[in-house]
Structures are given as C-alpha cells and as structure tokens.
C-alpha cells in the first residue's frame, strides 16, 4: 500500500537524524548539552530549540474520530492526490508541547482529559452564542516514541481533539507555529506545576 510506503521510506531518511536525538534524550544530567542535530532532507541544519513550519498539508478537519489505522489510510491518500511528498514531511523534536486552537463548544464536557480553557471565565452565559462558547483551548501532548513526533502524528492527535467540537467554516490545516514561549502553569487554573517548560504551539486554521 502507499502509505505503508511512503512511511517505512520517511523513516529510512531520517534514521541519522533520529539516532542523533535518541542520543540527546538519553543523555545523562551531566552530559554536555548537544546543539546541532544534523541536516534535514533539504540540507537544512538542524539545532535544538529550532522547529520546522508545517506549511502545505491539505488536511481538512471534520466530525469523524479516526483509529490510528484509518487516520493514516485517509491522511497518506489525501498527500497522494494533493502530490505532497511524504518523505518531505519534518519530524517535531519535543517529547511533549502543549497546542493551542479555537474552537466553539456547548460545554466544558466536550474537552478531553488533556484539554483545558486558557480563561476559566470564558463560560459565561451572557458570552453564548447560538447556544455555544467560542473558547481558546490548550492540550498536551506527548509523543508515542517519547523522543519526537512525526507529522502525521501530530495530526492524528491534533485532529481527534477537534472532532467533538465546533470550528465553523475554518477547518482547513494551515500551519502548527511555535508561539515564542513555553508553558507557565499559571497561565490555567488546576493543572500542574510540572507542565512548566513545556514549548507552546499554535494551531493555524483557515476557511
């Protein structure tokens, strides 16, 4: 099959790169900090702390909770018919980050166990429209590899997180952007302190 592929092919190219960041997070505390990563697929150098754009993925948001299996069944046709090439597709080298998107909700019921309201005062009744919240949404996510997180991964979670709630007509993907800063924890009430530290990134939709 394609995706299969395109998927055993993406990671055969980045084996260097990530044999080198496996070696990063395996690193003792007293080991001297590494920098330079490598180069991507376009001779690009890579550093620690740099993050790729995710520019050019035509993927379209909708209502359906996909498994792992059929997420990449839909996701590697809809590059085959759009002529993205999987193997340009960067990894994003964080064990974890918190992302950040808008999305209008009917109650707080709709967020998942890793989701919380960047304003716990946004659910005021007063603020309703059409019966719905439109609320700025915060969740955390960790990399099944513990080490970093392929694009199509990434949009697996990302997408799943959307699919109970509303976007109105902006559910085209665009780009997920690091925001400049990493997570405080008294940015949201009730969550945890060890969340600090965490870089934040910001989910791009378009209509």
């Given amino acids: 099959m394609k995706s299969k592929h395109c998927l055993k092919d993406y990671k055969e190219d980045y084996s260097m790169i990530f044999e080198m960041i496996k070696n990063l997070f395996n690193k003792n505390e007293n080991t001297e900090k590494i920098e330079y990563l490598g180069v991507d ?11 790729h754009e995710f520019k050019g993925i035509p993927w379209v948001f909708n209502k359906t909770t996909y498994t792992k299996e059929e997420f990449a069944k839909e996701f590697y046709t809809c590059l085959e018919e759009h002529k993205v090439n999987p193997d340009n597709l960067p990894p994003l080298v964080e064990p974890e980050i918190f992302v950040s998107y808008e999305a209008w909700i009917e109650s707080k019921s709709q967020l998942h166990p890793n989701e919380h309201l960047y304003e716990v005062d946004e659910l005021l009744e007063d603020d309703k429209e059409d019966d719905m919240w439109q609320v700025e949404i915060y969740a955390r996510l960790k990399a ?16 799943n997180l959307m699919a109970n709630k509303e976007l109105g007509d902006h559910v085209f993907f665009e780009n997920l952007v690091y ?14 302190d060890n969340d600090e530290g965490i870089p934040v990134f910001v989910v791009w939709l378009g209509s």
Avoid: P, R
């Fill in 144 to 159: 099944d590899n513990g080490q970093y997180f392929t694009t199509e991964e990434l949009l697996f979670k990302i997408h």
């Fill in 41 to 51: 697929k376009d001779g690009n150098k890579i550093y620690e702390g740099y993050y």
């Fill in 179 to 192: 925001d400049d800063h990493e997570f405080e924890a008294d940015e949201i009430e009730d969550i945890d």
